[in-house]
């Protein structure tokens, strides 16, 4: 410290002196960390913090709480959607810091060691931001394919995809060569040398009937067949382990992919800051739906003979999809009709202009009609062939039927009635996924019933199972002639009304007849006519049942709602004059074993306060109130909620308190007590036909739905082909909306898309399937698993490998 200076004049006259680059304030910043320091430790000896560079050891609240650290991470990934920096701070400020302790009062302790203000700054908001991995990025429209190693992809991608697609029906495929010896040597020697790693051609070695050494490869495996394979008829040949007479079979993959008029390069050429004016909005768009096969390449194509041919075999037919066929009428103002439509050109690939003013938007019955031509079309085309399509799991393709059990929002209510869909009957063949773990006992009218013990029951043993549901031991040694038996919170009346041929009404007369049957030689068995009353029962639906989704005329009501009347009413109402809405609705409650008494105005004669219902105006009185009717719904007829279907299969514990939704703690979705989740994940709602898979299954082909999350396998490199038209549009893109129906056709022509170059797509596809299969099932590869770890990396197009793969694209 300079004599006669403060100590910030002292630091700039150093810094001046000695330091030019820095500034005085730096060096009393430092002065200041470090003398604080100093003063807390034993030794005297101070610190300095970590600077922006990360220069120094730095202790900070983040650093030394890792739990306070997930924590915040957390909430940060749960508020991605609009987050800044100044509702980072809010909540830092507001919610995480005032709860680091259960006593504030030790707050100020805390601030005070670790250098914190109060309230903390945006600037500590933001430096903590970088600490947990944040970063502020260029906004762009993404997709992220980082959940293509979440245990039910690779589960899927494991178990059904992969041995699915190198499995015996791959030996169906016109996609192998057979080599004599000195061919594969040849092609092995150049394939090594081209390898980089030096790996051997993968082949199959067999003796042909001559008895000479022979090898099959796959076409895939090497572009040095490409010349032969071009001049083949399907562009290549069965395999020798395919069965004899067997049917080729052709795999083809479809995918939609959108053009913008305006749709540019990411870089282009400006001279002084000036280059071509681009507008913002996008004008026009137009959609295109693809199939695409390594026999015959991209959309199909026909001659007009094939086309005639086709139109004549479908003259008179109704597409299978009906719903579909009518919606479309409805949509284009045209009669409704399922009657099919006559094809003016191959329908292997559709162009669909986009907007509501146009052709409006592309749905999943789009796709199903392009679908039903497309098969009529191909059976004309190539008729000795079996059809496997492959889709991916866009909303259109992964349809539900319209009757399909699904429990996603709108599909399915918590409680009966309302909006819900009618969902048709499941049959409960196995217990495991179908039932759950948990009894559904209830109340049941009272009701007598007699069984008989027979011959299976043999003196001496317990008996448990009494009309087919387990109440319980009924000990035979022991017994009287009346009694109670109770177990899991049932309790059952129960009565001997005979043993053996002796009818008994009182004690004595049972041991009587008991004792006699006993002493006659008491080993064999003994029937026993047993009589009890039913109070309250486990309806738990059981193994061969059919569950319905709909309450019938017999059933009982609504669990939740166990008042509910059985068919619709009209009550009354009075309310203030000018309200909208009916009444509030009542209380659902939790599970409750035995009558719900909760809803007050069942008291007053309303079935259930909670049931949807529709009201009508009635008449204003003085007092400024009008009595308003309301249409109450009965349970016959109406669809089950979710809470009915999940507790007749016993999934519902009486001691949890069940929510709709999952819950969201500190960014962490908790699905375990959510009752969407849970039905979603009963096995026959995973195990549900779709819309697509159940139309194809109709039209007698095969239907194959690559992985989620990997556009790199999708449908035999149809991404790779969308993303070389875009790349074509990009480049010849004159931006006049006019023509770009012309030259998105173009684009799909076969002088950009040609039948060779499908091919390279698919050689491209079957390469990263083989680095799986590698990794995953211990097959041979031609790509390391690491060359497919790029895709975990934010992408810029929807769907499209174009970002991932643009060099293969731009030079295939």
């Known amino acids: 410290r300079k004599e006669g200076l403060t100590i910030v004049e002292s630091c700039k006259r150093v810094v001046a002196d000695n330091f030019h680059k820095y500034s005085g304030w730096t060096l009393y910043r430092y002065h200041l960390q470090y003398s604080i320091y100093a003063d807390e430790a034993s030794d005297g000896l101070g610190k300095l913090e970590t600077d922006g560079r990360g220069v120094h050891d730095r202790l900070t609240l983040l650093n030394d709480n890792p739990d306070l650290q997930l924590k915040f991470t957390n909430w940060i990934r749960a508020n991605l959607k609009g987050l800044d920096s100044y509702k980072v701070q809010e909540y830092l400020n507001n919610d995480l810091l005032p709860n680091i302790v259960e006593d ?85 020697a150049a394939h090594k040398d081209s390898d980089g790693k030096g790996r051997d051609l993968p082949c199959y070695k067999y003796t042909d009937a001559a008895g000479a050494t022979m090898y099959e490869v796959h076409l895939d495996e090497s572009e040095a067949f490409d010349e032969w394979r071009s001049k083949q008829e399907f562009g290549g040949k069965m395999s020798v382990r395919a069965p004899a007479g067997a049917r080729p079979l052709d795999r083809v993959g479809q995918d939609e992919c959108a053009f913008c008029h305006n749709i540019t390069s990411s870089r282009r050429w400006t001279i002084l800051g000036q ?81 509501a003013a146009r052709e409006g938007y592309w749905t999943a019955d789009h796709m199903a009609l392009q ?3 497309f098969v009529d079309c191909y059976r004309v085309v190539y008729p000795d062939f079996d059809l496997e399509i492959e889709l991916d799991h866009s909303s259109g393709h992964a349809k539900k039927k319209a009757d399909g059990l699904d429990a996603s929002q ?88 005979a043993v053996g041929d002796v009818p008994v009404e009182t004690d004595e007369q049972f041991a009587a007849a008991f004792e006699a049957v006993k002493s006659a030689g008491g080993e064999g068995p003994t029937p026993f006519k047993l009589s009890f009353t039913v109070k309250r029962e486990d309806v738990k639906l059981r193994v061969g049942d059919t569950q319905s989704f709909v309450f019938g005329e017999d059933d009982l009501p609504p669990v939740f709602h166990p008042h509910a009347d059985k068919h619709d009413k009209t009550v009354t109402k009075r309310q203030k004059k000018g309200k909208t809405g009916g009444p509030k609705k009542g209380k659902t409650g939790h599970l409750v074993m035995g009558p719900i008494p909760w809803a007050a105005a069942e008291a007053a004669g309303v079935a259930d306060a909670g049931a949807a219902g529709v009201e009508a105006a009635g008449t204003v009185g003085a007092d400024g109130f009008e009595d308003v009717e309301k249409t109450v719904d009965g349970y016959v007829g109406a669809p089950k909620g979710i809470e009915d279907v999940l507790f007749e299969t016993g999934w519902l514990d009486p001691k949890v308190t069940y929510t709709l939704e999952a819950k969201v703690v500190d960014g962490v979705e908790d699905t375990s007590k959510s009752l969407r989740h849970i039905l979603s994940r009963r096995y026959d709602f995973v195990h549900e036909t779709t819309f697509m898979a159940d139309l194809v299954q109709r039209l007698g082909c095969f239907l194959r739905m690559s992985p989620k999350c990997h556009p790199e396998l999708a449908g035999q490199g149809i991404e790779y082909t969308n993303g070389k038209a875009k790349h074509y549009f990009r480049k010849h893109n004159d931006y006049n909306i006019k023509t770009m129906e012309a030259r998105v056709k173009e684009a799909f022509g076969p002088a950009n898309i040609s039948v060779a170059r499908v091919r390279k797509f ?50 295939s």
């Not at 004008?283 to 005639?308: E, H, K, N, Y």
């Not at 109704?318 to 949509?331: F, M, V």
């Not at 008989?452 to 109440?471: Q, R, S």
């Not at 319980?472 to 059952?492: K, P, T």
């Open 104 to 188: 504030r009062t030790h707050l100020a302790d805390i601030y005070k060691k670790y250098q914190l203000v109060h309230p903390v700054p945006r600037s500590t908001a933001v430096r903590w931001m970088l600490d947990v991995g944040c970063s502020f990025d260029t906004t762009a429209c993404n997709y992220y394919t980082d959940n293509h190693e979440k245990p039910e992809t690779v589960y899927y991608r494991k178990t059904k995809y992969l041995p699915q697609e190198f499995g015996p029906d791959s030996y169906r495929m016109f996609a192998w060569i057979q080599l004599t010896a000195s061919e594969y040597e040849e092609v092995n």
């Open 275 to 355: 280059s071509v004016p681009v507008p913002k909005s996008s004008a026009g768009t137009l959609m295109v739906s693809c199939f695409q096969s390594m026999i015959w390449g991209c959309g199909l194509p026909m001659t007009q003979a094939q086309l005639d041919a086709a139109n004549e075999a479908r003259q008179g037919q109704h597409y299978l999809a009906t719903d579909s066929a009518e919606t479309l009428c409805k949509i284009q103002n045209k009669p409704p009709t399922t009657l099919k439509r006559h094809l003016a050109e191959s329908p292997g690939i559709v162009f669909f202009d986009v907007g």
């Open 371 to 373: 679908l039903e031509d």
């Open 410 to 497: 709108g599909k399915m209510n918590r409680k009966f009635a309302g909006k819900a869909s009618i969902k048709h009957n499941s049959k409960i063949t196995h217990a495991e996924g179908f039932l759950g773990p948990h009894l559904a006992v209830r109340s049941v009218p009272e009701r007598q019933e007699t069984v008989e013990l027979d011959a299976a029951v043999p003196l001496g043993c317990t008996y448990a199972h009494v009309a087919g549901g387990e109440w319980g031991a009924l000990d035979l040694n022991e017994v009287h002639s009346g009694g109670q038996v109770e177990a899991a919170g049932v309790r059952v009346g129960w009565t001997i009304s």
């Open 762 to 811: 698919a050689r491209k596809a079957r390469s990263y399937k083989c680095a799986y299969f590698s990794t995953e099932l211990g097959g041979e590869a031609r790509l390391d698993f690491s060359d497919i770890e790029r895709f975990t990396v934010t992408c810029k197009t929807h769907r499209c490998t174009l970002d991932q793969d643009y060099k293969f694209i731009r030079d």
